[in-house]
């Protein structure tokens, strides 16, 4: 729905719970419009209320033949246009309910919200890309990253450990593995996207963030190794 914003309930950069209110919209014209059409309801269910007990009454005249088969029929058939006004105006009322439940403007996910794109008092629709605010899931948090195809041959990928390095100093952000994979090769880059899952609680990692990324191509038990700098050549 488009509306005008009525008031913000967060705060830039804080974390949010699914749930949580964000925003509310003015909703005083929705409100009565819901008010109409309960108004319209309780009418059409009095009416059909009348309707069903003079149905009753015009039954047991029949069968003294104080009134036809006629006018009996035709209130039934009064009686059933009733009935579905009354289902018509009960899907208006459930209708408008959720049109208003809209104006509350709820976390789908836990998060941490980023910078405000709006003021209070601002018109906002639909058809807004900006949105409110930006809600990132920050715990857990992915990594995704190419592996050449060639490794594809070679073992499988679901379980291998990844390390997750930071660009700058190298250092050693968290550790995981792959649990996620993509159905097909990138023929532009021949690569097969893959995706690692991490815990994050103490936010290390951000979205949009660039990492390096380390896996072991192969594992060889039993065998003898020796730091780089301690092997001569020739």
Do not use: W
């Amino acid at each position: 729905i488009s509306g005008q914003i009525e008031r913000l309930y967060f705060e830039e950069g804080q974390m949010l719970n699914a749930g949580q209110l964000m925003a509310t919209l003015d909703s005083r014209s929705l409100r009565a419009d819901l008010a109409s059409a309960e108004a319209e309801l309780a009418k059409v269910h009095s009416q059909l209320e009348v309707a069903q007990q003079e149905q009753q009454r015009y039954q047991s005249l029949l069968s003294t033949q104080a009134v036809s088969q006629q006018e009996v029929a035709q209130l039934a058939g009064q009686t059933k246009q009733l009935q579905a006004q009354l289902r018509a105006a009960q899907a208006s009322v459930q209708a408008q309910q959720v049109r208003l439940s809209l104006t509350r403007i709820i976390a789908p996910i836990d998060g941490r919200v980023g910078l405000r794109q709006v003021s209070v008092g601002a018109q906002i629709g639909s058809n807004d890309s900006n949105g409110i605010a930006t809600l990132t899931q920050t715990q857990p948090i992915s990594v995704q990253f190419g592996l050449p195809e060639q490794l594809l041959g070679q073992q499988t990928l679901l379980g291998l450990p990844v390390e997750v390095r930071s660009m700058g100093n190298d250092q050693v952000l968290a550790q995981t593995t792959i649990s996620r994979q993509d159905s097909q090769i990138d023929r532009s880059t021949g690569s097969l996207s893959v995706r690692a899952i991490l815990p994050n609680p103490a936010e290390q990692l951000r979205s949009g963030q660039s990492v390096r990324v380390r896996i072991a191509e192969q594992s060889l038990p039993q065998v003898v190794t020796l730091p780089t700098r301690a092997i001569q050549q020739g």
